[in-house]
C-alpha cells in the first residue's frame, strides 16, 4: 500500500495535462468560443454603423459582454464530459483532494478559452477602432477578468452537471456573479481611452481573482459531491 | 505498520449497519445489514430497480446513507474518508475512460492518480486485458465490451483491498469474463474483499466458495 502516496501536485499536474490533451483533441470545443467571440464583436460595426466615434464609446463593453458570453458557453466542458462519461465519479472517489482535482480543471479550461480570448482580443479592438495605444490595458483586464469567470463558473456548472437542460439556469446563476467583472474589466478600458487612472480597477479585478481563486475549487468540489449523490 | 501477534482479528473489515438506500423518494432497502471478512465476496443479486447500484455507491462513498453506517476497519467511511477511499476501487455502471484518449494513455492516468509508478504496470495490465494490440486505438473506437475490460484496468493497477463492481461482466466476451474470474479469485487468495452485482451466476467454483449473497427485493 506504500506506492500509492503522492502528493496533491502530481494530481493536479495529471489532470491539468489530461484536459489540455482532451481540448486539443476536440477542436471544435477549443474553436467555438473563439470563434462566437469574432463573430459577436464584429456583428457590432455592421449593426451600429461604420461610425467610429460611436464603435469607440461601446467598445469596452462590447469586448467584455462578449468575452463573457463566449466563457459562459464554454463553461459546460469544464465537467460535462466527465459527468457523462463516469469519470466524474471516478475523480471525486480518488484519495487526492477533491479541490485540488477541480482546480486542476479550472486551469485546463482558463488555457482553453479565456487566455486565447485574451490573446485574440486586441484584434478585435482593432477592429472597432481601438487606438493602439489602449489595447495593453485591455489585454490586462482580461487577464485579470478571465480567470475568475472560469473560476466562478466552475461552481455553477458543478451544481447544474447532473441536470438535462442545465444551460439556462446556468446562465441565471452565473451571469449575475460576472456583474462586477464586467464593470469593473469594461470600466478600466473606457476609462483608460479617456487618459484616466485605472490602477484601482486593475487592483479590484486582482482581488477578485484572489478571491475566487482561494474560495471557488472549495466550493465547485462541495457541489460536485451533491451532484453525484 | 508495528508486527502485530499472528492472532487473526475476526472483527470484520466492511461493515454494513441498518442502512437505508433510496433513489429519490423511494426507499430501495432498510435495516440492511451484513459484514464481510477479508477474502470475502459478496454478491448482490436482486431485479432490475431493486437497488442494487445505490448500494455499491453507498458502500463507495459516492452516496450517503439516509440512515444507519457503512464501517471500514471500524470507522465510518462518511467520517474518515482517505483511507477508504485509498484503500478500495470503484468500477460503475459507466466506464470512467475517455472516449478521444488512447487505451493507454486512459490507463496512465488511473496509474497516474493513484500513485502507481508509469512503465510496466501499465503494459502488464493491458496485456493481462487482451487489449495490447488495441493499446494505441482511442477508447472511442474500441467495442463495448473492450471498453469495459479496459475499465477493468483500474483493479490491476490500484493496489486496493475492496473492489466495488457494478455489472463487471457486461458485454464481456466469454475469454474475457475468464480473465476477470482468474483476477477476482487471485485478489480474494490474496485476503482481498470483492463486493458485486451482477445478473449472472458466477461461473468458477472457486469463486462460489467465497462467495456470500445479499438479495436486494
Known amino acids: ?229 | 505498520m508495528a508486527a502485530q501477534p499472528e492472532t487473526r482479528v475476526e472483527s470484520p473489515r466492511l461493515v454494513v449497519d441498518a442502512v437505508k438506500g433510496a433513489r429519490g423518494d423511494r426507499v430501495l432497502f432498510e435495516d440492511l445489514s451484513f459484514a464481510l471478512h477479508d477474502g470475502q465476496l459478496l454478491h448482490i443479486t436482486g431485479p432490475n430497480g431493486s437497488g442494487k447500484t445505490t448500494l455499491l455507491r453507498v458502500l463507495c462513498g459516492l452516496l450517503a446513507p439516509l440512515e444507519g453506517v457503512v464501517r471500514w476497519r471500524g470507522q465510518d467511511i462518511r467520517s474518515s474518508v482517505s483511507r477508504h477511499r485509498l484503500e478500495s476501487t470503484y468500477v460503475g455502471h459507466r466506464d470512467g475512460l475517455k472516449a478521444e484518449l488512447t487505451a493507454f494513455e486512459n490507463l496512465q492516468i488511473v496509474a497516474r492518480l493513484c500513485g502507481c509508478p508509469d512503465g510496466e504496470g501499465i503494459d502488464d495490465s493491458l496485456r493481462l486485458l487482451g487489449l495490447w494490440e488495441q493499446q494505441d486505438i482511442m477508447v472511442g473506437h474500441l467495442s463495448a465490451g473492450q471498453r469495459r475490460r479496459l475499465a477493468l484496468g483500474r483493479l490491476i493497477l490500484k493496489p486496493a483491498l475492496l473492489w466495488i463492481l457494478d455489472e463487471p461482466f457486461t458485454a464481456i466476451d466469454v475469454a474475457g469474463r475468464e480473465i476477470i474470474e482468474a483476477q477476482l479469485i487471485r485478489h480474494l487468495e490474496d485476503d482481498g474483499i470483492v463486493v458485486l452485482t451482477s445478473h449472472q451466476a458466477l461461473v468458477h467454483s472457486k469463486l462460489r466458495d467465497h462467495c456470500v449473497t445479499v438479495s436486494l427485493q
Open chain 1, 1 to 229: 500500500m506504500e506506492a500509492i502516496q503522492t502528493n496533491a501536485i502530481d494530481a493536479f499536474t495529471t489532470i491539468f495535462r489530461r484536459d489540455l490533451k482532451l481540448a486539443m483533441r476536440r477542436r471544435s470545443e477549443l474553436v467555438n468560443p473563439l470563434a462566437f467571440f469574432v463573430i459577436v464583436v464584429s456583428l457590432f460595426p455592421l449593426g451600429l454603423s461604420a461610425d467610429s466615434n460611436m464603435l469607440l464609446r461601446v467598445a469596452p463593453a462590447v469586448l467584455w459582454i462578449s468575452a463573457l458570453l463566449a466563457t459562459m458557453l464554454s463553461l459546460e466542458s469544464i465537467f460535462r464530459s466527465d459527468y457523462e462519461d463516469g469519470s466524474l465519479e471516478q475523480l471525486v472517489l480518488s484519495h487526492h483532494p477533491l479541490p485540488v482535482i477541480v482546480f486542476g480543471k479550472i486551469a485546463a479550461h482558463w488555457c482553453t478559452t479565456g487566455l486565447l480570448l485574451t490573446l485574440i482580443s486586441p484584434a478585435l479592438g482593432i477592429s472597432l477602432a481601438m487606438p493602439t495605444e489602449n489595447l495593453g490595458i485591455l489585454l490586462w483586464t482580461l487577464l485579470l477578468g478571465t480567470p475568475t469567470l472560469s473560476l466562478i463558473g466552475s461552481i455553477g456548472v458543478a451544481l447544474t452537471v447532473g441536470l438535462r437542460r442545465g444551460g439556462i439556469l446556468l446562465a441565471l446563476l452565473i451571469l449575475p456573479l460576472y456583474i462586477p467583472i464586467l464593470i469593473f474589466g469594461a470600466s478600466a478600458v473606457d476609462m483608460a481611452m479617456h487618459k484616466l487612472e485605472v490602477a484601482g480597477q486593475l487592483y479590484l479585478l486582482a482581488a477578485l481573482l484572489a478571491l475566487s481563486l482561494t474560495l471557488a475549487p472549495f466550493a465547485a468540489s462541495a457541489a460536485l459531491r451533491v451532484t453525484l449523490e
